[in-house]
C-alpha cells in the first residue's frame, strides 16, 4: 500500500493542535466538545474574536449546554482555565499546558471527567422506507401536524425532513404537541435547519424532557432573561424555586427592553433589601401602565415626577409629594425608595 503525502496549496493559515491533545486527550473525549475545542483554538489566532456561549453554540449548531458541558470538561481535564468576572460571568478562556498525562490521572478526576464527557445512550437512527413514511402520515395528528410544519418552514418537507420527524417520535418518543413546540421554538431563535432543530431535540432526550411543560421550563433556565434576572437578585447557588420561575415566564413575554427588568429588580433589592420576585413584578406592571418601555423612559418619567415633587415640595404640599409613584432613577434626591415602596405596598 502506498504512502500518502500530507500536503497543502493554500495558504489560507493554520492552527495549531498540541500534539498532546491528539495523542491523549482527543481520543477519549466526546467528539462534540473536541469541535468546539478546536473552535476555540481557531479563535485564539485572531485580533478580539466576539465570543460568548451563545455565539459559539449558534455557531456550531450546539445547545448552549452542549457549550458548557465541553467547556468545564476541558478544565476538568486540565487543558483550559475558565477566568470569570466579578458577576460569575465567564470572562476568558486560558489554553494550558497539560501538567500531568492523561494516563496518570487519579481515579476520582478520571471519573469526573467521564461522567461530563458521557451521553445518556439515545436510540439508533434508521432510514426510513417510503412505505414507513406513507405510514407515518396516514395518522391525522401527524399529517396537522406536518403540515403545520411545513407553514412554519415555508417548504415542503423534503425525506431528510421526514427521516428527523419520525426519528423524534418514533424513537425519541417526543408527542406531536412537543414537536410543535420543537419547531416554533427554534424559529423564534431564527433556526429554521432541521439538523439545527435535531440538536435541540436530542438534548431533550438526554436530559429526560418528555412535555411541553419541561421543554419550555428547560428553554426559559437557559434564556438570557434567567441568567440576568438571578444575577440581578444576587442568586448564585440556587436555582429558582417554582413561583419565582413563573415571574420570570412573565416577564419573558414582555414587549419591554430587559435591562428595565434587571432595573426593576435594582430596585427591589435596594427597597426590600431580598429578591423579591412579587414586588418587582408590581414596579413592572406599574412602568407598563405608563407604557415605559426602556430605561430612558423610566428616567423622563423619574425626572418628570422629581420635578412635580419639587413643585410641591416649595408649595409646602408635602403630602401631595408622598403620594407619588416613582423614586428618582439615581436613587439620590428626595426619599423615592419611601415613595416607591408606598406603591407597591398600595397595589
Not at 491528539?22 to 479563535?43: H, S, T, W
Not at 417520535?169 to 429554521?192: M, P, Q, R, W
Not at 418587582?280 to 415605559?292: F, P, Q, R, Y
Not at 428616567?299 to 409646602?316: F, M
Request: net charge negative.
Amino acid at each position: 500500500m502506498a504512502d500518502i503525502i500530507l500536503h497543502t496549496s493554500s495558504d489560507s493559515g493554520v492552527t495549531c493542535v498540541s500534539n498532546k491533545f491528539i495523542d491523549e486527550y482527543m481520543k477519549d473525549a466526546n467528539g462534540e466538545f473536541v469541535k468546539i475545542y478546536l473552535y476555540l483554538l481557531r479563535l485564539l489566532g485572531q485580533e478580539d474574536p466576539d465570543v460568548d456561549i451563545g455565539t459559539l453554540a449558534e455557531k456550531l449548531d450546539h445547545t448552549e449546554r452542549d457549550v458548557r458541558r465541553a467547556l468545564a470538561y476541558w478544565e476538568e481535564s486540565g487543558l483550559v482555565s475558565l477566568e470569570y468576572n466579578e458577576n460569575d460571568e465567564l470572562a476568558g478562556v486560558c489554553f494550558l499546558e497539560p501538567t500531568i498525562s492523561s494516563g496518570n490521572m487519579s481515579k476520582s478526576s478520571k471519573k469526573k471527567i467521564k461522567s461530563l464527557s458521557k451521553n445518556k445512550a439515545l436510540p439508533k437512527r434508521s432510514e426510513y422506507s417510503i412505505t414507513q413514511m406513507k405510514e407515518f402520515k396516514e395518522n391525522d395528528d401527524v399529517e396537522e401536524m406536518l403540515f403545520v410544519i411545513e407553514k412554519y418552514l415555508g417548504r415542503n418537507l423534503t425525506v431528510m425532513d421526514l427521516n428527523y420527524i419520525i426519528y423524534w417520535i418514533n424513537e425519541l418518543s417526543f408527542s406531536t404537541d412537543l414537536v410543535y413546540y420543537l419547531v416554533e421554538y427554534c424559529i423564534d431563535k431564527g433556526h429554521a435547519n432541521i439538523k439545527y432543530m435535531d440538536k435541540i431535540a436530542l438534548d431533550w432526550a438526554k436530559n429526560n424532557i418528555s412535555s411541553v411543560t419541561q421543554a419550555k421550563e428547560d428553554t426559559i433556565t437557559h434564556s438570557k432573561i434567567y441568567i440576568n434576572v438571578c444575577k440581578s437578585f444576587g442568586i448564585d447557588n440556587r436555582s429558582l424555586i417554582k413561583s419565582e420561575l413563573e415571574y420570570v415566564k412573565k416577564w419573558n413575554k414582555l414587549s419591554i427592553d430587559n435591562a428595565l427588568i434587571e432595573e426593576a429588580c435594582r430596585r427591589t433589592i435596594v427597597n426590600t433589601n431580598k429578591p423579591n420576585f412579587e414586588y418587582a413584578d408590581k414596579i413592572l406592571d406599574n412602568w407598563i401602565e405608563h407604557s415605559v418601555k426602556t430605561l430612558e423612559d423610566v428616567k423622563e418619567l423619574d425626572e418628570e415626577y422629581k420635578s412635580k415633587i419639587t413643585a410641591s415640595t416649595s408649595r409646602g404640599a408635602k403630602k401631595t409629594a408622598s403620594k407619588n409613584r416613582f423614586n428618582n432613577f439615581e436613587a439620590r434626591d428626595y426619599d423615592y425608595v419611601d415613595l416607591e415602596k408606598a406603591l407597591v405596598n398600595k397595589n
